[in-house]
């Protein structure tokens, strides 16, 4: 079973960055496609980026603002959010795949984290 914690949420000002982690337990852990959703108050739970082998994708709303990366000796994931918006507030899940293909939809991610919150004020 892989195991699966956030951190690094907190509140931030608009234009602010903040960069969050998600430290994975698991011996195939270089194996997975690693991927941030995010839910806001009220909101359906949407991706937010992902990583796997044959690149890396981003949601229209945080590309170019957000980077994700990964450090498979650390079997640690990382979300590098800059130029927050107000609207990217929300909770921010960290998620597993298996499998480094097929879509990026939160029903086919295998391993989910507790999530960590962002907050970003005006």
């Known amino acids: 079973q892989v195991q699966l914690v956030e951190s690094g949420g907190g509140l931030v000002q608009t234009g602010g960055s903040l960069r969050l982690s998600c430290a994975a337990s698991g011996r195939t852990f270089g194996n997975l496609a690693m991927g941030w959703f995010r839910q806001a108050p009220g909101k359906e739970r949407e991706f937010v980026c992902g990583?796997?082998?044959?690149?890396?994708n981003y949601a229209d709303s945080v590309k170019g603002r957000f980077t994700i990366s990964r450090d498979n000796a650390k079997n640690t994931v990382y979300l590098q959010m800059n130029t927050l918006k107000p609207e990217d507030t929300a909770v921010y899940y960290c998620?597993?795949?298996?499998?480094?293909?097929?879509?990026?939809?939160?029903?086919?991610?295998?391993?989910w984290g507790k999530g960590t919150l962002v907050t970003v004020s005006s």
């Open positions: 998620a597993a795949k298996r499998r480094a293909y097929g879509p990026w939809s939160w029903s086919d991610m295998d391993y």
């Open positions: 990583t796997r082998w044959s690149g890396d």
